[in-house]
Nanobody
């Protein structure tokens, strides 16, 4: 079993930055695909970014050029650096782990393990 704990969310003004962290425990996730999803009120989960074990990276078009996903395998931790934040980025952000590194990295059902989420609120 893998446990994921997100941190780093908060309230920020538009144009500001936040750095989310996702600390994994229970097993090393260095061979997993790690993803970030978000869910705004009344909406479905939305893919944000994913990083393969080989460090190949994928981003949603809505965050490309503003967000940066990275991983530190020594710390068993994944990060999401969010810059130039917009009010439409407001959501609960979730970290997820896929031990089978499937190709559908943008699909929530691909991931076996999820964190509890961290709220990000961007004010205009």
């Amino acid at each position: 079993q893998v446990q994921l704990v997100e941190s780093g969310g908060g309230l920020v003004q538009a144009g500001g930055s936040l750095r989310l962290s996702c600390a994994a425990s229970g097993r090393a996730v260095s061979s997993y695909t790690m993803g970030w999803f978000r869910q705004a009120p009344g909406k479905e989960y939305e893919f944000v970014a994913a990083i393969h074990w080989s460090r190949v990276i994928y981003y949603a078009d809505s965050v490309k050029g503003r967000f940066d996903i990275s991983r530190d395998n020594a710390k068993n931790t994944v990060y999401l650096q969010m810059n130039s934040l917009k009010p439409e980025d407001t959501a609960v952000y979730y970290c997820a782990a896929d031990p089978y590194t499937g190709t559908r990295y943008y699909t929530p059902s691909e991931y076996d393990y999820w964190g509890q989420g961290t709220q990000v609120t961007v004010s205009s």
